[in-house]
């Protein structure tokens, strides 16, 4: 085995060894923890790293595990892999700052960030599986991995919640996994390759093939929160607001519409979809999935639910991106998948700071608090407003490309959906904006003790609206989000790989 | 064209293109800073300057762009967007200057200020954008700043005016983006439409109703009337004066104006242009608040400008004639509304008798100019709409009855501008006894003293507008219209106007309810509340809400009911033992033994399903 067949093998290792050191440590042993988390979360993002270089000199990383029995586990990163890995190891990476600083203090950090190194090191076997049945390993280790850290604070209402997603996700690992049985009955192993990987004897069984397609999606939907299958993602929302960045932006939501990203393109294909005749399932099911879960949202009081509401309908602008099956359709699906993330887990990171610093959970509560927690509410206002689609933040150029793709594949309701959900955006996000900055408290927020730096404003430096570990990575996070759109056509944007991907792109 | 060149060497225009907008966005950032922020008003209105300068120093042609940015933003000055940049950027600057007066002892001054920047950021960038992309960056922002402009004095009529402002531009911005991926679609991108594309109805219909929001076009005008009175007079001034001409602007960038003939659409525009302009008159004439009527005549004047637009579809060899008609008017009543519009706070603000009399005579000079008074720019521009409409004439249009519903529209002008000048004469002032100086409601105009150099920028753009005919254009200047047209045709239409007014003033000092009807206590309602359609509308709309709701709420009930009898039948014989499973079962789990056995258990079960899928 070379350096090209390790590197995709060393950057799961990367923080799958610190998690499974971490669950070892003692509780008090915080410096080693925070150094094993910050190692890890470095390591892998230089890892991820050289892949992109690799692959933009055209060259290959694949290793391969077999397992016996015709069986094996492979790990191979295309450019599709790596938009998804970088992702979650950049995200990774702000979040386990942010994680550091909201836990501070509280029982069972150990066990908490071993299964969040175990749900990342999942995430990036989800992102450099090679085959279906590698997908599917990793996919459910994801979300044995997840429901402890949803159930982390123990409370009735998060074991509640973490019934209910062990519920909802275990329905979707059992379709999925029938759904790659019969698959691979059919087919035989199912690499991922652009275009589909079908091989032309499987293709005449079209029966069989429509039912194993309506199958993969329902199993891939409970996760990608398609409608009727969301029904977990608000109820988990009670989880803390690191775990909340991970469900929604990092990993478990984005595994959903990755792999559903696979079976469109590299498992079915185009071609495949449209000779078995199910190329309008998708788009159909995303289109109603957008104007659900926003018109749910509009609705709500929590502040977490409103935005897991939210991601609900924003996730299927990716589903949707990649199910009218056209290029710039699909650039746009795939560019939503970072954009999302990248402005899905700031409002998340300021959700938590409200609720860490002020002890905001309601809207209601969110008024004025502008003038509290400036640097907070600005990232919050500018992804908000990027979440509406309002140029030039990153939604905006998701939903250019989304719209020019619905027209590019003949499919021009795509247009009315999206002018819908920017609508249906702008009436839930512009009330909380304007509260924010222009509301007044109708009662005291509660002071927090766990950060000394909250404490009176003359104390306090310019940025000390809450604990440095709760500013900073919200700020570096927001002006990524920020980036991404304002600069979207520069050279190593989102939008440039995405473009990469899309045009098949080696060297 | 010497002058040109230099000013070239000295701001390439590939720095003085965004340097228009990047300076004052950058500045408006100083509001997050706390020393800055006080020091805001001080300086901002000059930052203006960079547009002014691109718009006297460039000649169309010059291009720049920020490659990285967006999708490739891209900016281009073509003659077009130069008439708009010259009178935008110069009532950008003097309102400016006029806003820092007015509002000097306003604590918020900082905050509308910061909306003001982005605002003329926004504006010019617009004026500057070379694709579509860029195009709908600026129109946004610029319709999301105005929001601060209006809302300004937070009052509950001003939130509730930047509350109906706001939803009507995010309706015109969601439709525009629809009309702008369509046409991209088939130009990929251009912002010019070439001749061999095929526009279909659909993208036209949006590009004019997203667009006509901004532009106020009957019947999406409400905001107008509602928002005018309840912004301060500067943000009014350039609401009405720049900020509406965004609409027009992108109408001309947009319709396929002198590439096909559209007789559908040209007629349907010139139609509905002229029912604007009398319509907007009438409601107009019923108002009591200056700025409100300033605001309805904003609305009828641009039903003069949709003839003109709509003359221009009828045939690309009408289109010269009716473009340069066009770029007139708008020049035209962009300076006159806000000299109007300043004058509001003018004439509130004027100590003494003899100042007021001064400033009274300035409103009065310019509203004659907006009613058409011979040898002025209104009358110019109303014989550029009439050389337009024979243009089209000779072009195969046939509309008989136009000539004369154009010169009825200057006397309905003219009936407007009488009554503004009504409700101004009676409306409280500084110099009036302190009964009526009083404020009738926080926000009014009234009791703003101006500083000198407000009055000194209200009497430049006053100069300015006496100019305006000598303003060159793409194919000459409004002077030429000025010495060929017949001033009788220009007169008898504003005395008709003025006659009617008159008639109906003396008629209302007779009964009562003239001019000291003005100064009773607390504003009696118009007979048309303000935004007119709109009351009616959203009363409607409640109706339909709440049948809506109601439906939804039936059903969820019903819903509900099956639900809790479906639970009652089963949870009592199973569910409690399921539940208590499950508790006992999370509990195992959140230990540390559970969490080892999750994960054996699932790595078995892994095993499991290997053999079989090997099997």
Sequence with gaps: ?507 | MGGQAAVGLVFPPALALPATFLIPWLAASAIAIPGWKRRLPAWAPWLAAPAFVVAVGLSPGATGGLSWVLLDLRLSLDETGLVFLRFSALIWLLAGIYARGYLREDRAAPRFFAFWLVAVGANAGLLLSGDMVTFYLFFAALGLACYGLIFHDRTPQAVRAAQVYLTYVLIGDALLFAALVLIARETGGVLSIPADVSIGPAPIALVLAGLGVKLGVVPLHSWLPIAHPAAPVPASAVLSGVIIKSGLFGWLRFLPLGVVALPGWSGALIAGGVFAVFYAAVVGSLQRDPKTVLAYSSVSQMGLISVAVGLGLSGPAAWPSARFAVLLYATHHAVTKSVLFLGVGGVAGARGRRARIAALSVVGVAAGALAGFPWTSGAAAKAALHAAEVGAETAGLHMSWLPLALSLGAAATAVLMGRYLWTLVGAPHAGADRRAAEPRRPGAAAGHRLPAGAWVVWGLLFAALLTVPAWPMPGGSGLRLLGEADPWAALWPVALGAGIVLLAWTTAWRAGAGAPDLDAPGPPEPAVPPGDILVPAARGMVVVARAAAALAVGVGLLFHAGADAFRRDHAGRHGAGIRAAWVRANRFVRRWPGVGALIALFLLSMIVLWRLAAG
């Excluded at chain 1, 478990?252 to 495949?272: E, M, P, T």
Aim: glycine content about 10%; overall charge positive; some cysteine.
């Design chain 1, 1 to 507: 085995m070379t350096w090209h067949a390790w590197l995709p093998v060393l950057t799961l290792l990367s923080s799958l060894v610190p998690g499974l050191v971490i669950f070892a440590l003692p509780e008090r042993s915080f410096r080693t923890r925070t150094t094993l988390n910050l190692a890890g979360a470095s390591i892998k993002l230089v890892f991820v790293t050289l892949i992109a270089r690799g692959l933009l000199a055209g060259e290959d990383f694949t290793s391969v595990l077999p397992l016996g029995a015709g069986l094996d586990l492979v790990l191979h990163a295309d450019n599709l892999s790596v938009l998804f890995a970088l992702l979650s190891a950049v995200l990774w990476f702000f979040s386990t700052i942010y994680a550091i600083g909201y836990l501070e203090g509280s029982p069972n950090r150990s066990r908490f960030f071993g299964f969040y190194s175990l749900c990342v090191s999942s995430t990036v076997g989800v992102a450099f599986a090679g085959n279906l049945l590698t997908f599917f390993f990793f996919y459910e280790a994801l979300a044995l991995a997840t429901y402890p850290l949803v159930v982390h604070r123990g409370t009735a209402a998060s074991l509640d919640a973490g019934r209910v997603y062990l519920g909802y996700t275990l329905f979707g690992s059992a379709l999925l996994l029938a759904g790659v049985l019969w698959l691979r009955s059919l087919a035989g192993p199912v690499p991922f390759v652009p275009g589909g990987s079908l091989p032309a004897t499987a293709l005449a069984h079209r029966g069989d093939l429509v039912w194993i397609f309506l199958i993969l999606v329902a199993g891939l939907g409970v996760k990608a929160a398609l409608v009727p299958l969301h029904g977990w993602l608000p109820v988990a929302m009670i989880a803390p607001a690191p775990v909340s960045a991970l469900l929604h932006a990092v990993a478990v939501v984005k595994a959903g519409a990755f792999g559903l990203i696979r079976l469109v393109n590299d498992v079915f294909g185009a071609g495949a979809l449209v000779a078995i005749g199910v190329e309008r399932v998708l788009p159909t099911v995303a289109a109603v999935t957008i104007l659900w879960g926003s018109v749910r949202a509009l609705g709500q009081t929590r502040l977490k639910r409103l935005l897991a509401y939210s991601t609900v309908s924003q996730l299927s602008y990716v589903a949707l991106g990649t199910s009218l099956l056209g290029v710039t359709a699909s650039v746009g699906g795939l560019v939503h998948l970072v954009h999302q993330g990248l402005m899905k887990i700031t409002l998340f990171f300021c959700a938590g700071n409200l609720a860490e610093t002020l002890g905001i959970q309601e809207i209601r509560d969110m008024k004025g608090v502008g003038r509290r927690m400036p640097l907070t509410m600005i990232a919050f206002t500018a992804c908000a407003l990027g979440m509406i689609g309002i140029p030039p933040l990153a939604g905006f150029v998701s939903k250019w490309y989304l719209a020019l793709g619905g027209l590019e594949t003949g499919r021009p309701w795509v247009i009315a959906v999206l002018v819908a959900s920017t609508l249906l955006n702008a009436a839930y996000f512009l009330p909380i904006i304007y509260s924010v900055w222009f509301g007044t408290p109708d009662r005291p927020w509660r002071g927090s003790s766990a950060h000394p730096t909250a404490g009176e404003p003359a104390a306090r430096p310019w940025w000390g609206e809450t604990g440095p570990l709760l500013v900073w990575p919200t700020v570096a996070v927001a002006l990524l989000a920020t980036g991404a759109g304002l600069f979207a056509n520069a050279p190593f944007s989102p939008l440039a790989w995405a473009k990469f991907i899309v045009s098949g792109g080696g060297p």
